[in-house]
C-alpha cells in the first residue's frame, strides 16, 4: 500500500528550527518528484516546496527561500524538510505528497491528503 507519512512538527520559538520528515512505504521515493504544502487556519493549502526525482532540482515558494531547504534520503525512502528562521506565518500543517511539475510553473498533488505535521511558531 502506497502510503507518506509526516512527522516532526512541534511548537518553536521565532527564529527557531525544526526539520519534517516525509517517509515513505509501498514505493520507491526516488522515482517521483515530491513536494512539501502547508495549511494554515483558514486559508487555502500552498506549496511550500518540491524536489525532482533522482537528486534533480529544487523549488521553494518565495515566502521560504533561504531559510527552507529540501532534500531526500533515498537509503531511508525519505525526504525531509529543514525549515529554519521560522516566522509565526509559517504556522500550519504541513503534507507532503508525490507531485507532478516541480518546474518554474510550479508543482500539484498527485495523492490524497495525510495526516500532515503540525508546526506552530510562536513565543
Known amino acids: 500500500q502506497l502510503q507518506l507519512v509526516e512527522s516532526g512538527g512541534g511548537l518553536v520559538q521565532p527564529g527557531g528550527s525544526l526539520r519534517l520528515s516525509c517517509a515513505a512505504s509501498?514505493?520507491?521515493?526516488?522515482?517521483?518528484?515530491i513536494g512539501w504544502f502547508r495549511q494554515a487556519p483558514g486559508k487555502e493549502r500552498e506549496g511550500v516546496s518540491c524536489?525532482?526525482?533522482?537528486?534533480?532540482?529544487?523549488k521553494y515558494a518565495d515566502s521560504v527561500k533561504g531559510r527552507f531547504t529540501i532534500s531526500r534520503d533515498n537509503a531511508k525512502n525519505t525526504v525531509y524538510l529543514q525549515m529554519n528562521s521560522l516566522k509565526p506565518e509559517d504556522t500550519g500543517i504541513y503534507y507532503c505528497?508525490?507531485?507532478?511539475?516541480?518546474?518554474?510553473?510550479?508543482?500539484?498533488?498527485?495523492?490524497?491528503w495525510g495526516q500532515g505535521t503540525q508546526v506552530t511558531v510562536s513565543s
Open positions: 505528497a508525490r507531485v507532478r511539475g516541480c518546474t518554474s510553473s510550479g508543482f500539484s498533488p498527485l495523492d490524497s
Open positions: 509501498g514505493f520507491t521515493l526516488d522515482y517521483y518528484a
Open positions: 524536489i525532482r526525482s533522482y537528486g534533480g532540482s529544487t
